[in-house]
């Protein structure tokens, strides 16, 4: 296969594990016979200072043309002005709207050699394994927002907006999602409260009464959702909410691993390409060290081989290599419990070194 992978490696650690990123890639097309073109393009606060704008024009064409994206990280205190014109969040804001990527597919399983890295309890967590789908394009990150004046000062707003092809397709793919694993989804939301959500558990409800019959349905108000993830994250399977409460609920989720750096990420749409990222942020108090973990960035690119490409064999590899690696003891700073630790370059040169 000839596939064009655009990178981003963005800002802090992001170019330190996109490099390990693209040499996992570059292995496994060795291996396998494949043809990866490489082209990286600045989005984030270096497109910023060098752009003017955190998405640059040339960077969405890229994109665009791309067959799959694999995305360090954005941001950083240089760039957190709250009076700034703009920042470096917008522009991956920016990118999912452009490429329509309503979907954000994140994966939580704690890896058996880890489980005591997390801070719950090993009976708690030990065998969890939960599929997040949130809904990406929509919610309150896309209303309306803005500011007023008002007799105390000001008033701000931002609007929460759904509407029912925007709830069933994320329904949809989540559905489809459990078809392939245990067959069950759990639908988040605050219909007791919002209105907002009331529709979205009419359209959840109905699509999976009409589409999906054999899958097994139930709903969980945000607030208890947030207290099961701690205290039964083993009764969930496929979990679909909105663009807040995801956001929220998966970053509560990946402390389940025990660290940030072991977990990827995907952003689709029903069409074009997607994009690729490890849920960790841009760890500006640790770049340049040379100690970020890479894992989640290769695993991200498993991903993308899985997702956009096709490659499952390819995607596969990479997941048994991470295996691997672990298995043998190779642990970064994040992981590693005070003990002896490999530095970025390292871990990649090992998961390498496993793929051949």
Known sequence: MDANIVLLPGDGIGPEIIEQGQLVLEAVAKRFGHSFQFTSCPMGGNAIDSHGTPLPDETLAACRNADAILLGAVGGPKWDDPNAKTRPEAGLLSLRKELKLFANLRPIKPYKQLIDASPLKREIIEGTDILFLRELTGGIYFG???????????????????????????????????????????????????????????????????????????????????????????DFDVVVTGNMFGDILTDEGSMLPGSLGMLPSASLGESGPGLYEPIHGSAPDIAGQGIANPLATILAAAMALHHSLGLTEEAAAIDAAVEAVLDAGHRTADIAAGGNSLSTEQMGAAVLAVLG
């Open 144 to 234: 309306d927002s803005g500011v007023k004046p008002h007799a105390s000062g000001e008033e701000a707003y931002s609007m929460m907006v759904y509407n029912t092809e925007e709830v069933a397709r994320i329904v949809r793919l989540a559905a489809k999602a459990a078809q392939l694993r245990s067959g069950r989804v759990t639908s988040v939301d605050k219909a007791n409260v919002l209105e907002v959500s009331r529709l979205w558990r009419r359209v959840a409800a109905q699509v999976m009464a009409d589409e999906f019959p054999d899958i097994e349905y139930d709903v969980v108000l945000v607030d208890a959702m947030a207290m099961h993830l701690i205290s039964r994250p083993r």
